[in-house]
């Protein structure tokens, strides 16, 4: 054995905590919002000339990127109740329905985007 005082060093471990702070983005939500825009986009309601096509991709994109959606849609530059109509529209199990006889309000929340 050795003479003299032994030395000892320490190792801490932390978490990465960036990580932690970013949910997964909710796929389920994603998926549903781009089927809503798939619909209105059959509807005729939008195209991907109209500059809220382009907005809808950003919406999606902060999405996937983990934000909430009214972080999202805010960021996007679109109203919470066009999510809402997308979530509503991308939800509905028959497309056929939606095309016979389209709502009102989604032609006129889509047109006053």
């Known amino acids: 054995m050795g003479k003299g005082s032994p030395?000892?060093?320490t190792v801490q471990i932390t978490p990465d905590v960036t990580l932690a702070e970013v949910p997964p983005p909710d796929s389920i939500a994603i998926?549903?919002?781009n089927?809503?825009?798939?619909?209105?986009?059959?509807?005729?309601?939008?195209?991907?000339?109209?500059?809220l096509w382009g907005k809808l991709q950003k919406l999606v994109q902060e999405l996937e990127?983990?934000?909430n959606l009214t972080t999202a849609a805010q960021?996007?530059?679109v109203s919470q109740r066009l999510v809402e109509r997308l979530l509503e529209l991308?939800?509905?199990?028959?497309?056929?329905?939606?095309r016979q006889s389209p709502p009102e309000t989604s032609t006129a929340i889509i047109n006053r985007m």
């Open 65 to 67: 990127a983990g934000r």
């Open 90 to 98: 991308g939800s509905q199990s028959q497309k056929s329905r939606v």
């Open 35 to 51: 089927r809503g825009i798939q619909v209105a986009a059959e509807s005729r309601w939008i195209t991907p000339t109209n500059p």
């Open 31 to 33: 998926a549903t919002i």
């Open 7 to 9: 030395t000892y060093s």
């Open 75 to 77: 960021s996007a530059g």
